[in-house]
């Protein structure tokens, strides 16, 4: 018996050839691509404006593997963290966070992580694979209808901050983006869609070279080597200078501000000489800094910065420096969903 295909694996020119083959109408594959990426069905019978017989060739012949929710935990903030079932059972993790002038999602890109980020949950996790783009794709589906079915909104925006690296799962991230943004997909802005790195520069300079249309954000949370060296073993090989270099092209390519992510952590990176580094590196480009407020993990000797040392830190860049600077206070941490704290931790992957 022949294996059946992921029906989510064939461009629309590949169901259109399929059709054809068939003794089909060739605008079915349109209908069909529509109800796979734009409507984002999860089985055949949903689309009902196929003959039942057309469905039943569907059926006979192809599968919609898809991501299911293994589990949901509601925060008393509101956000809300579904635990991902992948295609093929393996656990990821994504976060719907609700604010009065947002609805985002922020999504995994891997099982796991490779990186070895020592403030992060998840650089203590073994990175199992990369997640396909239709899963990513699946995740801000599932997020979205959260959404609508618990605060009446839409999504508004995007983040690829959760699970794992981005552009070490570079192609299947481009091409989830483009299911997301086309007017054949959920047709989203990609200014509404931010893609968090903690910084390989030859993929930087590469989405500069694809002229991405999205956001880039760089996790940098210190701004020497030094010390990123000892928090972030990756900067040993894409040092602040190599990063540097890769974002001033990034944005000479694509005319995009940059995002710079700062968690600052107490008597660490939270000085004002921390704030002078900060802002020397930061002024390269056109950015915004995130101060981003530290959410203690298991098996880290790290704690949060005082609240007071932290407002400082942001005036100092703000009146000195004349950077745009936000303080970001945390949500989630009551169900382990907040910043650097996914760690695959529900029943659901035991």
């Not at 002078?276 to 910065?305: G, H, M, S």
């Not at 950077?323 to 992957?349: E, F, H, M, T």
């Amino acid at each position: 018996m022949q294996e059946k295909i992921n029906i989510r694996s064939l461009t629309e020119e590949e169901l259109k050839s399929f059709f054809v083959e068939q003794k089909e109408q060739a605008f079915r594959a349109k209908q069909v691509y529509e109800w796979l990426w734009k409507k984002g069905a999860t089985s055949f019978e949903e689309m009902t404006n196929l003959s039942l017989a057309t469905r039943e060739l569907l059926v006979a012949n192809f599968v919609i593997n898809t991501v299911t929710i293994a589990e949901k935990q509601v925060s008393a903030d509101k956000t809300i963290k579904i635990a991902f079932r992948l295609t093929d059972g393996k656990i990821t993790e994504g976060v719907l966070i609700p604010s009065k002038k947002r609805m985002t999602a922020c999504i995994s890109s891997q099982v796991g992580c490779s990186l070895t980020c020592s403030f992060c949950a998840t650089g203590q996790l073994e990175r199992l694979r990369n997640i396909d783009a239709e899963e990513i794709f699946d995740q801000v589906v599932i997020l979205r209808n959260l959404a609508e079915e618990h605060y009446h909104q839409p999504l508004s925006n995007i983040v690829y901050m959760g699970m794992g690296e981005p552009l070490l799962n570079y192609k299947n991230v481009l091409k989830s983006i483009e299911y997301l943004t086309s007017e054949k997909g959920l047709g989203m802005s990609p200014k509404r869609i931010t893609v968090s790195t903690a910084g390989i520069s030859k993929l930087i300079k590469q989405l500069g070279d694809d002229e991405v249309k999205f956001n880039l954000a760089l996790s940098l949370h210190a701004a020497t080597d030094a010390k990123r060296n000892q928090i972030m073993p990756i900067n040993e090989q894409n040092s602040l200078a190599s990063l540097s270099e890769a974002l001033t092209y990034f944005h000479e390519k694509t005319g995009s501000r940059i995002t710079f992510e700062y968690i600052i952590l107490k008597n660490f990176n939270d000085s004002l000489e921390d704030a002078k580094d900060l802002a020397a590196f930061c002024k390269v480009v056109p950015c915004k800094i995130n101060i981003i407020e530290y959410n203690p993990i298991d098996n880290a000797n790290f704690e949060k910065a005082e609240e007071e040392k932290t407002d400082k830190f942001a005036a100092f860049l703000e009146n000195t420096f004349n950077l745009i600077v936000n303080v970001r206070k945390s949500r989630g941490k009551d169900i382990d969903a907040a910043c650097g704290q996914l760690a695959n931790k529900n029943k659901a992957v035991n």
